[in-house]
């Protein structure tokens, strides 16, 4: 009886074991298609990515071409990284000293600071001008807010001619 019961309990942990793969091999299997499933969506969606920036690409080229500022930004940025690149490669090559490299970087980064300084003062200027139409809207009447944005921009406008100035 005892060799019944045995044989009995080896066959139930056969059974156990079996089911217990089964269960391994599922859950693998689902794990699988899941990473599947999730590669599949990333390949898409870097594909759409693909297609969406050949279409803006082409947008940026067919308007780049129409706006002036534009063209400018990109010919100065370019300008400016060719300067970058020959400067790294002179320090790659051993043709340029670090003092000639820090003296040429902050040359890079006065005109960069230049640039943007008249871009804000541009900015500042449009602001101003809009803000004094309203003014003038109120004849002579205007809200003590719209006279403080005014001084204020003011003052802005005469901070950033003079860090101008310094450059």
């Given at each position: ?11 139930l ?53 129409q ?10 940025l ?15 090559a ?7 490299a ?20 541009q ?5 101003l ?11 002579g ?10 001084e ?16």
């Amino acid at each position: 009886m005892a060799n019944v019961d045995d044989q009995a309990i080896e066959l139930l942990r056969k059974v156990l074991k079996v089911e217990q793969e089964e269960s391994e091999t599922r859950r693998l299997r689902v794990a699988e298609q899941t990473r599947v499933l999730i590669l599949e969506n990333i390949v898409q969606r870097y594909a759409n990515l693909g297609e969406e920036t050949r279409g803006l690409l082409a947008y940026f080229r067919e308007r780049a071409l129409q706006d002036d500022a534009l063209q400018d930004f990109f010919a100065n940025l370019s300008e400016r990284m060719e300067r970058m690149e020959r400067i790294l490669t002179m320090l790659l090559a051993g043709k340029i000293n670090a003092t000639e490299a820090a003296r040429i970087k902050t040359e890079l980064e006065n005109e960069l600071d230049e640039k943007h300084l008249k871009r804000l003062l541009q900015k500042q200027r449009r602001n101003l001008n809009k803000l004094q139409e309203r003014q003038a809207e109120f004849a002579g009447r205007a809200p003590v807010e719209l006279l403080t944005q005014i001084e204020d921009i003011e003052l802005e406008i005469a901070g950033l001619e003079q860090r101008l100035k310094q450059l």
